[in-house]
């Protein structure tokens, strides 16, 4: 069973901070991985998608990193607001078409 | 958003009692993906499509099944719900052509008594 790991699982900062996510698998051998926003009660919101070429992608004041040969991904958000504050996810997709989620990082941005 | 539905958003059952929920997508997205989400477990797949007739088991599939019998809907059927099932239902969809960028569904909140 692939494994992915979240930490911290929560995380609690001051507006304004720029802060790092994690997200590490133990397979290196991957399709792509995509984070998400999920807000309470609510579905999951595409944030990013990396695919296994490339080494990162940006949106907005979010940029996701990806490095295979360690088994991590990064994203990081510039100047968090406060509506900023949800739960992030990561999600990884192997080949065989099936994709493993980390349990997340609830994430509080303090105004 | 990506057009998908799921319905019903809320339900409670009673234990022993059939239950579907319907998931419909407007994109023409091939792939389509039912999971569950509790509490310390996170998301969890229960099965996924390929295309029309085309299913498959995930991780979590025994007391479910699945039909897709048009490329637009997606069907999860509990043959006989457990208190066990209590749990937020996720549809999703995603396509090659689109990098296979999952798009998820709203959710239904499913209470088995």
């Known amino acids: 069973k692939q494994e992915v790991t979240q930490i911290p699982a929560a995380l609690s900062v001051p507006e304004g901070e720029n802060l790092v996510l994690n997200c590490s698998f133990t397979?290196?051998?991957?399709?792509?991985l995509q984070w998400f926003r999920q807000d309470p009660g609510k579905g999951l919101t595409s944030l990013l998608l990396?695919?296994?070429?490339?080494r990162e992608q940006t949106s907005g004041r979010l940029n996701a990193s990806l490095d295979k040969s360690s088994g991590r991904s990064t994203l990081y958000i510039a100047a968090s607001q406060p509506g900023d504050s949800a739960t992030y996810l990561c999600?990884?997709?192997?080949?065989?078409?099936?994709?493993?989620f980390g349990t997340g990082t609830s994430l509080t941005v303090i105004p | 958003d990506a057009g998908i539905t799921q319905s019903p958003r809320h339900k409670v059952t009673e234990t022993g009692t059939p239950v579907t929920l319907r998931c419909h997508q407007t994109?023409?997205?091939?792939?389509m993906y039912w999971y569950r989400q509790d509490p310390g477990h996170g998301l969890r797949l229960i099965h996924y499509?390929?295309?029309?007739?085309?299913?498959d088991k995930g991780e979590v599939s025994d007391g479910y099944s699945v039909s897709r019998s048009k490329t637009e809907d997606f069907l999860l059927t509990l043959e006989s719900a457990t208190s066990s099932q209590t749990s937020v239902y996720f549809c999703?969809?995603?396509?090659?052509?689109?990098?296979?960028?999952?798009?998820f569904g709203p959710g239904t909140r499913l209470t088995v008594l």
């Open positions: 990396i695919q296994s070429s490339q």
């Open positions: 999600a990884v997709l192997y080949t065989g078409n099936q994709f493993y």
């Open positions: 994109e023409n997205h091939r792939y």
């Open positions: 499509s390929y295309g029309v007739k085309d299913t």
């Open positions: 397979d290196s051998a991957i399709y792509n």
């Open positions: 999703a969809i995603s396509d090659p052509l689109d990098s296979l960028e999952q798009f």
